[in-house]
């Protein structure tokens, strides 16, 4: 079976490194799905959630946006955070989403509203891959 060797850092270090027959992303410019021996690829990703095969079990996971480069068999993700679904902590995602929404719907002028609604768009990306199967 044909596959491609995928590599994803935070800035934390490297996160994982597996082999892969696909890897699905969601990008900015929508879906996709990549095989071994695709067409080099540069695309920034989105916050949403990336899944993939190893060792024949289907893993999902929840990504902060980032970026994905693809080049001879090899996928490089670059993220702020990613979490396995099993990983995630449901109980601190709600209360992240909470605060997210407690600042969006504050009047305060000190909050950064760009940077509320991304925490929300994150949270409830965590919170919507902790129950996928």
């Not at 695709?38 to 289907?58: A, F, Y």
């Not at 605060?99 to 000190?110: F, I, Q, V």
Request: no cysteine; glycine share 6%.
């Amino acid at each position: 079976m044909n596959t491609l060797h995928v590599k994803i850092a935070t800035p934390f270090g490297l996160y994982k490194e597996f082999d892969t027959p696909i890897i699905n992303i969601q990008t900015v410019d929508g879906d996709r799905g990549v095989l071994a021996n695709h067409m080099p690829l540069v695309t920034m990703l989105k916050i949403g959630v990336m899944t993939s095969e190893e060792n024949n079990v289907r893993n999902t996971y929840a990504v902060a946006g980032g970026l994905f480069y693809f080049r001879n068999n090899v996928a490089e993700i670059l993220t702020d955070a990613i979490e396995n679904r099993n990983e995630i902590d449901v109980e601190r995602a709600e209360k992240a989403k909470q605060r997210a929404e407690g600042h969006l719907k504050s009047n305060d002028p000190n909050i950064d509203m760009r940077r509320a609604e991304v925490a929300l768009k994150k949270a409830m990306n965590r919170i919507s891959v902790s129950s996928m199967k």
